[in-house]
C-alpha cells in the first residue's frame, strides 16, 4: 500500500511560482507512472503531468514550458515546479500513483493541497 501526502499549494500572484511536492511512503511500485492532476471548482479533473519510474515526462499543452515534474527516488518524493503561473491554475492539485498497467486516474492519491493564482 501507498500513502501520498501533498504539500506546497498556496496563495500566489500571477506569474509568480510554487513548488508542490508529494512524500510517497509504504510499498513503491517497480515499473510505475506517477502524475499530478488538478481540479478547478465546479470543472473536471485534468491530468497536468506525469513522470515515468524510467524518468519520461508528459505535460498538458497549457502547463508545457511553465511547469516541470521532477521525482526523487532516494526521498521517495515527487514535485511539481510551476512556475510563470496564472489565473487558470487555480485548483486543487493532487498527486496520483499507479503501476503502468493500471488505468488512468486508479492507483492511489493524495488529499491534494490548494493552488491559487490571484492578483
Known amino acids: 500500500q501507498v500513502q501520498l501526502v501533498e504539500s506546497g499549494g498556496g496563495l500566489v500572484q500571477p506569474g509568480g511560482s510554487l513548488r508542490l511536492s508529494c512524500a510517497a511512503s509504504g510499498s513503491m511500485f517497480n515499473m510505475y507512472v506517477m502524475g499530478w492532476y488538478r481540479q478547478a471548482s465546479g470543472k473536471q479533473r485534468e491530468l497536468v503531468a506525469t513522470?515515468?519510474?524510467?524518468?519520461?515526462?508528459n505535460y498538458r499543452d497549457s502547463v508545457k514550458g511553465r511547469f516541470t515534474i521532477s521525482r526523487d527516488n532516494a526521498k521517495n518524493t515527487l514535485y511539481l515546479q510551476m512556475n510563470s503561473l496564472k489565473p487558470e491554475d487555480t485548483a486543487v492539485y493532487y498527486c496520483?500513483?499507479?503501476?503502468?498497467?493500471?488505468?488512468?486516474?486508479?492507483?492511489?492519491w493524495g488529499q491534494g493541497t490548494q493552488v491559487t493564482v490571484s492578483s
Open positions: 496520483n500513483v499507479k503501476t503502468i498497467w493500471a488505468a488512468e486516474g486508479n492507483g492511489y
Open positions: 513522470i515515468t519510474s524510467g524518468g519520461t515526462t
